[in-house]
């Protein structure tokens, strides 16, 4: 349920998730039903909010995988562009 304490700009869309992480919005929608990024809230309409907390510390981690060689397909990530 949406936070309504909290302003919208607070919240960003999978689409604006995918920027900051640098996957497709698909990717994120299958990242979030995987678990590995998970909605600070869903609208009404159903549409997954996130925090930009959230996306920063999905794409700090996808960063820490590629420099250390860990993760990849099989952790999956071949959704990554």
């Given at each position: ?41 869903v609208t009404v309409g159903g549409v997954h909010l996130y925090t930009h907390q959230t996306a920063e510390r999905y ?23």
């Amino acid at each position: 349920m949406l936070d309504e304490t909290k302003p919208a700009t607070e919240y960003l869309t999978a689409a604006d998730v995918r920027r900051v992480v640098g996957v497709t919005p698909a990717a994120v929608r299958a990242l979030a039903a995987r678990g590995k990024l998970i909605p600070a809230a869903v609208t009404v309409g159903g549409v997954h909010l996130y925090t930009h907390q959230t996306a920063e510390r999905y794409a700090a981690e996808g960063a820490a995988r590629q420099r250390g060689g860990g993760g990849g397909a099989a952790d999956g990530d071949s959704e990554r562009s």
